[in-house]
């Protein structure tokens, strides 16, 4: 006598959206367990890209004069004007997930686009950034060929250059993937006061590539 | 009400189109998002896959019989045992109970239609099956002779297919992140109405535990993975000394996955064990919250623990004191349960189905396997055991023997919920006699060769050593009769018609509630759970009268 078949009445009371998956009870069921894989999938983003922060931390620690060299080759003005292009993009996105929330259907494909365009302009001068990198022989590893250099090993710096704010560029990659997404789904008209959550979670993953970028700045072009 | 006892009464006049009959065809399977589906799919995936690395590990004692060359050259032979290991762990031990069994059972035993990401749970059986195409597309390569550790500089100096094994490593990392991922979102948002956390079946304790590591551990495998990568192709120089870097880095990045990672595949075994061994002592279960919070202090601890595979590296004995007294510390929790289990055992009314036995079977094996690893977390003997097969033998233990007897005891336990047949139970329980007999004579021989010395990974061997490598490698040939016997009538079992009850072996779990198989939505309408999960007091009497009448 253990089981009671209760699940009529609580579809009946939920005025539910078209979007509730057939194994969710309710809506805010579903919210939270979309917000709670988000948030699992960004601590595994977390340590990917923490087992890179400790080798860069390890091996700065053992060549400083080397990273003291190499960063000079970085451009800060660029650097810095990503920065500020990513912080507006992610202020965007909270506009988003706001418009959304708030049934502003229009403000929403606004953000949503000014986000895109964000995170292209950023894309772009990391274009710029690579291209001079790869003209100079500022390259990883054993493709480091830059000439006139006064202090050895500065191949290593670059090695974490590239596959750092490489890995970096894949996750902004993907996350225009996914807000192009939202921004179709947007102009479709699916989302509502009762049905954000795909906004609200890519989100939280757009904060944390900003986050990501946050600490590769200084670390690559503020050494001191 | 219970559906159970309704069904058994009724036969099969009401019944609907379970799982396995509806939809019908492969392209349903392929693209099922039924848990249950998937769990089965993972399920012989893993089943061939050790089929595979079990032949590998034949091959390697059978070249073990005797010094020198028996059957193949030592290249072959170190080809040979890299594969096994790569095999085994990426491809069977560590998707072995979560993926497969944990699919099948978390939804069920929560009460739950399904796990809360269904799309992401398909997603993470392709990515398997994608990196199982990559690892075994190696030998089209020549192969890997690394080892399934890929320790550096060795395996970014040598050619072969090592970039593609290590991707598919890296791969196989995500199938495990989905997995874990989605049971934890599973347990915290659909758990039955009246479930609450201390009345979850002690299963989804041991996942919960399990998913914690697979989130925590598994990203640093893949970056460690990919690093080397970028050491074969770029030339990155981070592992490499001769450009600056440091390879004992390698190995603490290595490690700081893979130690924790024999946690992603002991605690899955110990959440079968607290399932089966209370079900078939009818008894509630000893310790309930003592076993739940060893499995998180486990999962935890486990991340505190690697560099005791480094004592010998090049490391500080202050490091080396640090983490041999952690190492000593995990194993408390571990005790813990161990004690727990058999305290349920203590005076319950126990039968010895083939589950059972395989459950007593772990305890033997994972107390031999728990024991030695204190051995090695000595810092004065394992300078003496390092890299001998005393280590062998003891990772398995806890690793081979533990988990795939526990997977063993789950399959065995779950098999009529999954296909609604039995399985001839007698020869279940020879079967069980032979593996336990076969593992250890296969595996108590080596830890004399190791402690007298018999070093790892080695082809050839000094004569003294033969008698005992004899041993197991007739031992070898015990285990995989017992492991064929095993497949043998567990195939013969789809002869039977399908009609088990409900709840064959009158467990008390939410997925002994429903039919066996269960329909495709697991139960009929929401069950909201009305007694606990190893409730096994008389149901019209009240304990205390019942004690009276004693």
Sequence with gaps: ?224 | MSEGVLTAGAGHAARHADYLEEPKGLWSWLTTVDHKRIGLMYMWSVLFFFLVGGIFALLIRLELLTPKQTIMDAETYNRVFTLHGAIMVFLVIIPAIPAALGNFALPLLLGAKDVAFPRLNLASLYIYWTGAAMAVATLALGGVDTGWTFYTPYSTTTGGGVSLMVLAAFVLGFSSIFTGVNFIATIHKLRAPGMGWFEMPLFCWGMYATAIIQILATPVLGITLLLIVMERVLGVGIFDPQLGGDPVLFQHFFWFYSHPAVYIMILPAMAVISEVIPTFSKKTIFGYKAIAFSSVAIALLGFLVWAHHMFVAGMSLFAGVIFSFLTFFIAVPSAIKVFNWIATMWRGSISLEAPMLHAISFLLIFTIGGLTGLFLAALSTDVHLHDTYFVVAHFHYVMAGSNLIALLAGMHYWWPKMYGRMYNRKLAAIASAIIFVGFNLTFLPQFVLGSRGMPRRYYNYLPQFQDLHVVSTVGSWVLAAGLFLTAAYLLASFRQPKGMPANPWGGRTLEWETTSPPTTHNFEGQPVLQHGPYDYRPEPAPVAVKELAH
Excluded at chain 1, 31 to 41: E, N, V
């Design chain 1, 1 to 224: 006598m253990t089981t009671a078949a209760s699940s009529a009445h609580a579809h009946a009371e939920q005025g539910h959206t078209p979007f509730l998956q057939h194994h969710f009870r309710e809506m805010s069921q579903q919210f939270d367990a979309a917000k709670i894989g988000m948030w699992l999938f960004l601590v595994t983003e977390v340590l990917l890209f923490g087992g890179l922060f400790v080798g860069y931390g390890i091996m700065h620690a053992r060549h400083p004069e080397a990273f003291m060299a190499a960063h000079h080759h970085l451009d800060r003005t660029l650097g810095a004007l990503n920065t500020i292009v990513l912080l507006t993009s992610s202020f965007t996105m909270v506009m988003s997930v706001w418009a959304a929330q708030t049934d502003r259907k229009k403000l929403l494909i606004l953000f949503l686009a000014l986000t895109i365009l964000c995170a292209g302009v950023f894309m772009v001068v990391k274009y710029f950034e690579y291209s001079h990198k790869f003209h100079e022989g500022l390259l990883p590893g054993k493709y480091y060929s830059h000439k006139g250099d006064t202090v050895p090993g500065q191949f290593m710096f670059f090695s974490f250059y590239f596959m750092m704010t490489g890995l970096h560029g894949i996750h902004v990659l993907a996350g225009m993937v996914a807000i192009a997404w939202l921004l179709v789904r947007a102009i479709k008209g699916h989302f509502s006061s009762q049905y954000y959550s795909p906004v609200e979670i890519t989100g939280l993953y757009w904060h944390l590539v900003d986050l990501i970028w946050i600490y590769l700045f200084p670390l690559m072009y503020l050494i001191s």
